[in-house]
């Protein structure tokens, strides 16, 4: 059956390297034809959903595939730790980075202020501003913070308050002078970024230098291959010191050649420019009202019916709106690959394993139902034990 290649003008599937997404799904619930989606030119992709219908799973499947085709740099954004089943594929490589580190000078210095939790007009605020702006490492900004250039009067209070937010900052651990750079992205296969033992602000410090990094990388021409940026729980980057490196791509990145693949459960959080930005939409179940809301003000003229009237209800149905071919399609999100790590633990699992305990004898021997139904078993066929 012939593929259909989503965000790809001709949908040609012999054009470049695709990912195959999953197939077409009829009324019925039946798969149709294949569905891919075109890797072979950037793009800017939203995977929306409530929780628990398969937004990370989809982000999964799509890294899977950047990881396999040539010419492509998958780079995963992982807060929640859930994408590390990707470095047990036997067909493509992914590494995965438990303490990502980034160079406390790839994040501007007027961020500064609002990245420690200050206002950059406040008298702490400043002060840390102009550490950054006049040093290039967070050693280097504590150092200055200590002793004040003699024009500055700052005072005490100041200093003190200045010296315990840069302290804060020290102790996330993600700030190193010999943090990733776009070419150790850039390898063949994936990059998994651990995130998930860090908070909002140091994992927004990695995703604005790993961001930045990569946009200006492709723009000096200093990396061949063609980023792809996954980033799930998207909202907390938009909301954060993160969002003007996020925009710069949405807004700019296909010039350079760089994609992002922004993964939210609250489409209503993210900036409008994620929405009018976004080439690929691929839309899971939603039912709170401001998210549905926030998806159908960029419902496309060519979706006669609207976004709200086609949701999908089950976990891995997807509707793919395509504004390359301006189409919208029900598709069935194919198996993950490699394991997917976002199962929720279940009561019920639990509740089983309780059972099992029960089972047990206070002295640990099985009480239950093995043992005794070998001894049934024996006793029905009249065998006679020794005593
Ligand atoms: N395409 C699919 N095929 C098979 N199972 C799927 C598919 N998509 C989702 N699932 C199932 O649904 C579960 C929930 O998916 P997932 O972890 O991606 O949810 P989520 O929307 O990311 O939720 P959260 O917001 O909690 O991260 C998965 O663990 C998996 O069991």
Redesign the pocket.
Known sequence: MKTDVLGRRDGDADAGPLARLGHHRARDGSDGAPVALDLDRPHAALVV?K???????TLGVLAEEAARAPGVAPVVVDP?GVFSGLTESATFAAEVIQHPTVRADAIPPAAWPALVGTDPDSPVGSTVWRAASETGTLSAMRAFVDVPPEDSRVGPETTRAAQNRLRRADSWGVFDPDGLDASALCGPGATVLDCSALDPAPTNAVVYAVARSLYDARVRGAVERLPWLFLDEAHVFFDGVAAPALRAILTRGRAPGVSLVAAT?RPSALPDVALSQSDLRMV?RLTAGPDVRALTAADPTYLSAGVATRLPTR??DVLVVDDTAEAAYDVR???RGTP?G??SPRASAVAADDTGDADRSADGRDTGDEAGDAARTADSAGTETAE
């Open positions: 959903g929780r628990g219908y398969g937004k990370s799973y929640m459960q899971h976990p891995g999100v194919r198996t997917h976002g199962e």
